[in-house]
């Protein structure tokens, strides 16, 4: 049974620092690519960032997170890591993890319906 379990959100001042944590089992790790996704409320998913199998190539969606967020992967530890700086009132939302088996090691995948399995969520919320 494949799990996603993602962790590390909370409440935190606009200009601050969160690192979201997403430990996957049940699935060969090195086999996905790993995204990150969000949500506001009353909004639509969003994607956030992508990691290839390798960990090489990794991509960001450029309008709002770019610059201030990355992601990296542990495939020895199935994790995948989302560090976000400068964070603002506007990034306050659930924030999910999820999984894309690919053959490619360096492939990266920015549409949600291209992914296999996701996690619950992590909320994040940032007071302005």
């Known amino acids: 049974q494949v799990q996603l379990v993602e962790s590390g959100g909370g409440l935190v001042q606009a200009g601050g620092s969160l690192r979201l944590s997403c430990a996957a089992s049940g699935l060969a790790f090195s086999n996905y690519v790993m995204g990150w996704f969000r949500q506001a409320p009353g909004k639509e998913r969003e994607f956030v960032a992508a990691?290839?199998?390798?960990?090489?190539?990794?991509?960001y969606n450029p309008d709002s997170v770019k610059g201030r967020f990355t992601i990296s992967r542990d495939n020895a530890k199935n994790t995948v890591y989302l560090q976000m700086n400068s964070l603002k009132f506007e990034d306050t939302a659930v924030y999910y993890c999820?999984?894309?088996?690919?053959?490619?090691?360096?492939?990266?995948?920015?549409?949600?319906?291209?992914?296999?399995?996701w996690g619950q969520g992590t909320q994040v919320t940032v007071s302005s």
């Open positions: 990691v290839s199998r390798s960990g090489g190539t990794r991509t």
């Open positions: 999820a999984a894309d088996r690919r053959a490619d090691t360096v492939v990266v995948v920015t549409q949600g319906y291209e992914y296999d399995y």
